[in-house]
């Protein structure tokens, strides 16, 4: 059989090992489709990566070629795939889709038979479904991960993540001629993902110049200390971009913990989510400690989860990270305004889902759902008849607020205490200072019976993990996200709000235009400042998910 030489790839600035040779080939037997059809069936079962997905591909397209012409190989768009593969930091380089580039990239640089032709194409169309795969949809397995959540409820745990799948069609993505323009389009533009994955290549880069050596132990450092320690420190801070040097000549062997490192140790703590003092205690030298294969590992499993957020091109939105504890107004993509918030704790974790915000009540009523009623409020009655008058609580016939109330003094509380004896009337908080929702709810009706909500208990905003709640989400300053919402929606008059809010009468304001809310897990991100950031994995999702090797 005659020999054909494939097309050498040139690719610029690039260290991959492609040779920089003329190619010549001849042109291709006008039964070039029936050839590969022939290729196709004469290959043995499970030799191709997944070949009934291949051979379906190109059943469609009546067996024409993706990767040449009648006149020759198709040198750019093959230069360009193989580019992207080689660029990409979210890859595994030991993994399927990289091997197998070099292996390609092997076969591309030496004479081959026209079967090796036409196999080579078939391999790189296998390749590039692989890689579409992956860059569409990561390397989580959701499976595994929605198994364990569902295993959570024999302990009473009700764990929920909505997943919003990729909107995309990879075979008929495959077909699409410009590969720049088909990747781009599929690529997360939210989320600050792009961002994400810059900060992903520089942890790549520190970790083939040796990462970070861990601290040996000691018990705190701080400003004026003189230690042995502070160097390696300050070497450690300097490699994670942290340390910047205050000074034209650094002393870099200086045993003296200065202001300069102290603002590095501040700027390191920030970042991940410590109490941001300077002093580098147990809990800062742990975080100092974490590998850099570990942080590329938390990133990683970030930059899989933002493919599967809902994108947003909405105005405006809000967007609430809970291992965050804070809540993000976005506008014309711009972040405006920061909230601390509290989140659901361990036990009632507050779900995953994405939602739109459609009215605003002033002075609401708290109802108290079922499950607290059983789980805490009969077992506090058996031990105090007067706990729910002292939190200010009513029993009603129904959910109606101006339902018949109900003598406490007829409840027989030990009939509810087990589970299946259903508490007959509904528990309500009206409106106060008492009031368990404070003075103003936004509301996004979900089956999850989620939403934001002030809260009386100000003082635990002043904590830096912020999980106390059942579920749904405190907010610090309501009335700020108020204010944002009456600027733009004419339903919302700010004016009249405040006076509303002065007295006890409940009022429901109907929002013009609905508000896109995200609740997302994220505890890998860049924030506003372009700064690689972590952040605690407070329902332990991080350890739970796991991801495929591609």
């Known amino acids: 059989m005659k020999k054909l030489t494939i097309l050498m790839l040139l690719l610029l600035n690039l260290s991959l090992p492609l040779l920089a040779v003329p190619a010549t080939i001849r042109e291709p037997s006008p039964s070039i489709s029936s050839d590969l059809q022939k290729t196709l069936l004469e290959i043995p079962p499970r030799k191709l990566k997944n070949q009934s997905i291949i051979n379906n591909f190109y059943f469609q397209h009546q067996y024409q070629p993706l990767w040449f012409t009648v006149h020759g190989f198709k040198q750019e768009k093959i230069r360009t795939f193989l580019r992207y593969i080689h660029d990409d ?75 919003y799948a990729p909107q995309f069609d990879v075979i008929e993505l495959m077909s699409h001629e ?24 520089r942890l790549h880069q520190i970790k083939a110049q040796g990462g970070w050596r861990a601290l040996p132990y000691f018990k705190r450092l701080r400003v004026g200390d003189r ?123 507050t779900p995953i889902f994405n939602n739109r915000i459609s009215y605003i009540v002033l002075n609401p009523y708290w109802k108290v759902p079922k499950g607290i009623v059983r789980k805490e409020i009969v077992p506090h009655m058996l031990q105090d008849p007067n706990y729910i008058t002292n ?74 993990i912020r999980a106390f709640s059942h579920g749904c989400i405190r907010l610090s300053n309501p009335h700020s996200l108020l204010e944002s919402i009456a600027m733009v929606d004419e339903n919302v008059n700010l004016f009249e709000a405040d006076n509303i809010l ?10 013009a235009h609905k508000i896109p809310i995200h609740l997302i897990y994220l505890t890998a991100g860049v924030n506003a400042n372009n700064q690689l950031i972590f952040r605690n994995d407070i329902y332990n999702y991080d350890n739970y998910q796991k991801r495929f090797i591609r």
């Open 391 to 464: 939190q200010g609580l009513q029993a009603h016939m129904t959910w109606e607020e101006n339902s018949t109330i109900v003598s406490l003094d007829q409840i027989n509380w030990n009939d509810y205490l087990q589970e299946g004896n259903d508490f007959p009337y509904r528990l309500m908080q009206p409106p106060g200072p008492r009031n368990a929702l404070g003075k103003i709810k936004f509301k996004f009706p979900n089956k999850f019976s989620v939403y934001l909500h002030d809260t009386p208990t100000k003082h635990l905003f002043n904590r830096k």
């Open 178 to 201: 410009n590969i720049m323009q088909t990747i781009y389009s599929m690529t997360p533009k939210h989320y600050r993902y792009k961002n994400l994955v810059t900060a992903l290549r």
């Open 502 to 511: 002065m007295g006890k009468e409940k009022k429901i304001l109907n929002v």
């Open 89 to 163: 930091a979210t890859l595994n380089y030991k993994g399927y889709i990289y091997q197998e580039s070099q292996r390609l990239i092997d076969m591309l640089n030496r004479r081959v038979s026209k079967k090796e032709a036409l196999l080579l194409e078939l391999r790189l169309t296998a390749l590039y479904y692989e890689f579409l795969q992956h860059t569409i949809y990561g390397e989580i397995d959701w499976a595994s991960f929605n198994a364990t959540l569902r295993g959570l409820e024999s302990q009473n745990i009700q764990a929920n993540w909505e997943q």
């Open 227 to 349: 230690n042995s320690l502070v160097p390696k420190l300050r070497e450690r801070l300097r490699i994670s971009g942290d340390y910047q040097e205050c000074q034209a000549n650094p002393l870099a062997k200086n045993p003296l913990f200065d202001g300069c490192l102290k603002q590095a140790v501040e700027r390191f703590q920030s970042r991940h989510g410590l109490t941001v003092d300077g002093v580098v205690g147990a809990g800062t030298r742990a975080m100092l400690n974490q590998s850099v294969e570990k942080k590329i590992a938390r990133v990683l499993l970030n930059v899989d989860r933002i493919k599967w957020l809902k994108p947003e091109n909405s105005e405006r939105y809000i967007v609430v990270n809970l291992p965050e504890f804070l809540l993000h107004y976005v506008e014309n993509q711009q972040e405006r305004k920061t909230l601390k918030v509290i989140i659901g704790d361990k036990t009632h974790p």
